[in-house]
């Protein structure tokens, strides 16, 4: 991806939450090969759920409680005996507009 850092950090921030708080999002795959390892970084992160954790949690998604709420409380007690490899992504036909090459990244 093509962007100035400040831009980029805030489309993958924005497309975390999206991923979490949705827990399936279409997107292209360059933007899901990015966001994935941040995802599956934070999921492993909210396993301990310790006060630590759950303030670099909301450090990330800049002070948001929900996205961290819903890691601590639902996605990680539900991958609790899983290493990793919490995501899927799954192509899709092209975007009809410009044809371009569209995925979706879901939870297993």
Do not use: W
């Amino acid at each position: 991806m093509d962007r100035l850092k400040g831009p980029r950090e805030a489309l993958l921030r924005q497309l975390t939450m999206s991923v979490v708080l949705y827990e399936k999002v279409k997107t292209t795959p360059a933007k899901a090969k990015a966001v994935r390892p941040l995802v599956e970084r934070l999921v492993s992160r909210g396993k301990n759920a310790t006060l630590h954790d759950r303030r670099e949690l909301l450090s990330f998604f800049g002070q948001q409680e929900l996205p961290v709420k819903k890691i601590i409380e639902v996605l990680s007690p539900r991958y609790k005996d899983r290493t990793g490899g919490y995501l899927r992504t799954t192509k899709l036909d092209p975007r009809k507009g410009d044809g371009g090459a569209q995925v979706q990244i879901e939870f297993v």
